[in-house]
Nanobody, 124 residues
């Protein structure tokens, strides 16, 4: 079974930065597009960003565009989400998910393999 493990979450002040990692085990990540999603208490899951298998195509939600950057290192079997200029409204549990297709999507229903999530809290 595919296994994804997120890390890098934590407590940060508004305006601060965090880098989330999504590490894959038991499969080769390079054949999978990856999505980052988040869910805040009482809210629906939101697609944040995604990246194609090659890394040549990315997509971002309007709410994070210009602040978040997704990237991947297939040699390390890891995908990253660099989050800058964080806002309190970015507070959520962040999940990565894998989809065996070349192009990326942020439609969560398409993904079959999910990590356990990492908490990001933006607060002063």
């Amino acid at each position: 079974q595919l296994q994804l493990v997120e890390s890098g979450g934590g407590l940060v002040q508004p305006g601060g930065s965090l880098r989330l990692s999504c590490a894959a085990s038991r499969f080769t990540l390079e054949y999978y597009s990856i999505g980052w999603f988040r869910q805040a208490p009482g809210k629906d899951r939101e697609g944040v960003s995604c990246i194609s298998t090659s890394g040549g195509s990315t997509n971002y939600a309007d709410s994070v565009k210009g602040r978040f950057t997704i990237s991947r290192d297939n040699a390390k079997n890891t995908v990253y989400l660099q989050m800058n200029s964080l806002k309190p409204e970015d507070t959520a549990v962040y999940y990565c998910a894998a989809l065996r297709q070349r192009l990326c999507t942020t439609r969560g229903a398409d993904f079959g393999s999910w990590g356990q999530g990492t908490q990001v809290t933006v607060s002063s």
